[in-house]
């Protein structure tokens, strides 16, 4: 069993930074794919960013502002969000999957083994 807490939301201005986590329990961190998805109000679940033994996926919306990372020794996942827009307000959520390839499938939620419960971000204009 994994338990993942998401922490590092808040209230920023366009153009801030933010620092998400993802804490997990249990001894094997390391075997997972981990993702990070969001929901904006009124909107459907996104895909936002993943990292899966080294290699790095984004959506296209927050290539080159947004960066996925994993300290597998603290069991940790970060998402470092750059040069943030009103458009990113969302909740923020990690999940966590033993499936061995990120497929478009991944990318929209399926198969995921454990979901956090989400954090808070919004961006004010």
């Known amino acids: 069993q994994v338990q993942l807490v998401e922490s590092g939301g808040g209230l920023v201005q366009a153009g801030g930074s933010l620092r998400l986590s993802c804490a997990a329990s249990g001894r094997t961190f390391s075997s997972y794919a981990m993702l990070w998805f969001r929901q904006a109000p009124g909107k459907e679940r996104e895909f936002v960013a993943a990292i899966s033994w080294g290699t790095t996926y984004y959506q296209d919306s927050v290539k080159g502002r947004f960066t996925i990372s994993r300290d597998n020794a603290k069991n940790t996942m970060y998402l470092q969000m750059n040069s943030l827009k009103p458009e990113d307000t969302a909740v923020y959520y990690c999940?966590?999957?033993?499936?061995?390839?990120?497929?478009?499938?991944?990318?929209?939620?399926?198969?995921?083994?454990?979901w956090g419960k989400g954090t808070l971000v919004t961006v004010s204009s």
């Open positions: 999940a966590a999957t033993l499936q061995s390839s990120i497929t478009i499938a991944t990318m929209r939620g399926y198969g995921m083994d454990y």
